[in-house]
């Protein structure tokens, strides 16, 4: 199985801080990589797919790269309602989540 | 609109089986794989398999490989997932999802099913 692996696990920053987190899986799958946000007590929400690409209707400020085995996700400007654990997950060869990167405010 | 509707919530005892239900509205049922995914609590997301609900083909994640089964009912375009031999380790949400990737091209999610293993 392709394990993926989420680092931070979380992390802290203030309201229109740059925030970067990574995902890396243990084998080379390309740019088959999805991210979502989950809320608590909610579905996971896709934001981006096949690594880089926003999904309709997701604000400007979300956006990810990367592809092989090291991907990226961004926020360029943190805002309150972006409070969440982001997942990033892999279809290149069946399914595999990370662990989520949880972010707060400071 | 898309729309996957899951059964209610279930307490089971350890040992037990609990047999969890996915209706699909707003798409064609036959043309999407439905992937089942849980979620205990404070925990990852993990997925647990999928089917390709034209053909009914199936794939199963390792970890529950024997334990788990899902099935579909074309006629009522609703995906099933039967997981037996429950412990506590599976109190968990569980949801299905019509996930982005492998050539499809629709991401939906059920809102979930709360699952309780307690004696």
């Known amino acids: 199985d392709i394990q993926m692996t989420q680092s931070p696990s979380s992390l802290s920053a203030s309201v229109g801080d740059r925030v970067t987190f990574t995902c890396q899986a243990s084998?080379?799958?390309?740019?088959?990589l999805n991210w979502y946000q989950q809320k608590p007590g909610k579905a996971p929400k896709l934001l981006i797919y096949?690594?880089?690409i926003s999904e309709t209707g997701v604000p400007s400020r979300f956006s990810g790269g990367g592809s092989g085995t090291y991907f990226t996700f961004t926020i360029s400007s943190l805002q309150p309602e972006d409070i969440a654990t982001y997942y990033c997950?892999?279809?290149?060869?069946?399914?595999?989540f990370g662990g989520g990167t949880k972010v707060e405010i400071k | 609109q898309v729309q996957l509707v899951q059964s209610g919530a279930e307490v089971k005892k350890p040992g037990a089986s609990v047999k969890v239900s996915c209706k699909a509205s707003g798409y064609t049922f036959s043309n999407y794989p439905m992937h089942w995914v849980r979620q205990a609590p404070g925990q990852r997301l993990e997925w647990m398999g999928w089917?390709?609900?034209?053909?009914?083909?199936?794939k199963y994640s390792q970890k529950f490989q024997g334990r788990v089964t899902i099935t579909r009912d074309t006629s009522a375009s609703t995906a099933y997932m039967e997981l037996r031999s429950l412990t506590s380790e599976d109190t968990a949400v569980y949801y299905c999802?019509?996930?982005?990737?492998?050539?499809?091209?629709?991401?939906?999610w059920g809102k979930g099913t709360t699952v309780t293993v307690s004696s």
């Open positions: 084998q080379d799958i390309s740019k088959s």
């Open positions: 997950q892999q279809y290149d060869n069946l399914v595999t």
């Open positions: 089917i390709n609900a034209g053909n009914g083909d199936t």
């Open positions: 999802a019509t996930l982005y990737g492998q050539g499809y091209y629709m991401d939906v």
């Open positions: 096949d690594a880089s």
